[in-house]
């Protein structure tokens, strides 16, 4: 059975680090790897979709890798702001096609401290 | 921007009350979710569809049933509301698999339901 873990579960840092929170996932059998961001009381907001056959993918000040191989992605994120807080998801679609079945983590709580 | 809206941001019902969740997406999307969110386990899908009347289980289904009849809105059904069924529920809708590549779902900002 696929499991997705995200290691912190918080972090706080200072504005202007350049930090990364890391997905790892059990099963390499996936589509795909999506990265998300849930402010509190909202819905997600999709950052970065990575396909299986991708190493990385970047927007903006974030960048995610993709390891299928030893089941692990990071999130990149430059030069952190306060506006960055927020709780960070990852999910992978598991399978060799799309499904639509997203099997998320519980999620990195971060605080950007100005 | 595509935009998914769920009906309620908060609604509070009582324990065996039949209850509906709607979410409308205007983006002319095929597939539809529905998920709960809880502190400690995360996202969990429910039910989703990939077409008007199709619907498939998610991983837990128990309790709930939804309806599609219409492309652009996903009911979400709890035929006999119960107390462990106060949660977060999240609607989600992505293009058709395959039509435009791999493309992300598109959340609403949620529906927190209370069951009394």
């Known amino acids: 059975k696929q499991e997705v873990t995200q290691i912190p579960a918080a972090l706080s840092v200072p504005e202007g680090e350049n930090l990364v929170l890391n997905c790892s996932f059990t099963?390499?059998?996936?589509?795909?790897l999506q990265w998300f961001r849930q402010d509190p009381g909202k819905g997600l907001t999709s950052l970065l979709l990575?396909?299986?056959?991708?190493r990385e993918q970047t927007s903006g000040r974030l960048n995610a890798s993709l390891d299928k191989s030893s089941g692990r992605s990071t999130l990149y994120i430059a030069a952190s702001q306060p506006g960055d807080s927020a709780t960070y998801l990852c999910?992978?679609?598991?399978?060799?096609?799309?499904?639509?079945?997203?099997?998320f983590g519980q999620g990195t709580t971060l605080q950007v401290k100005p | 921007d595509v935009k998914v809206t769920q009906s309620s941001r908060y609604l509070v019902k009582r324990t065996g009350e039949k209850v509906f969740l709607e979410c409308v997406q205007d983006?002319?999307?095929?597939?539809m979710f529905w998920y709960r969110q809880d502190p400690g386990l995360g996202l969990r899908l429910i039910y989703f569809?990939?077409?008007?009347?199709?619907?498939e289980k998610g991983d837990i289904p128990e309790g709930y049933s939804v309806s599609r009849e219409k492309k652009e809105r996903f009911s979400l059904i709890l035929e006999s509301a119960s107390t462990n069924q106060t949660s977060m529920y999240l609607c989600?809708?992505?293009?058709?698999?395959?039509?435009?590549?791999?493309?992300?779902?598109?959340f609403g900002d949620g529906t927190r339901l209370s069951i009394l």
């Open positions: 989600a809708s992505s293009p058709q698999w395959g039509a435009q590549g791999n493309q992300p779902q598109h």
């Open positions: 099963d390499s059998a996936i589509y795909n």
């Open positions: 990575i396909q299986s056959s991708q």
């Open positions: 999910a992978v679609e598991h399978g060799s096609g799309n499904t639509g079945k997203l099997i």
């Open positions: 983006m002319d999307h095929e597939n």
């Open positions: 569809s990939y077409d008007v009347k199709m619907k």
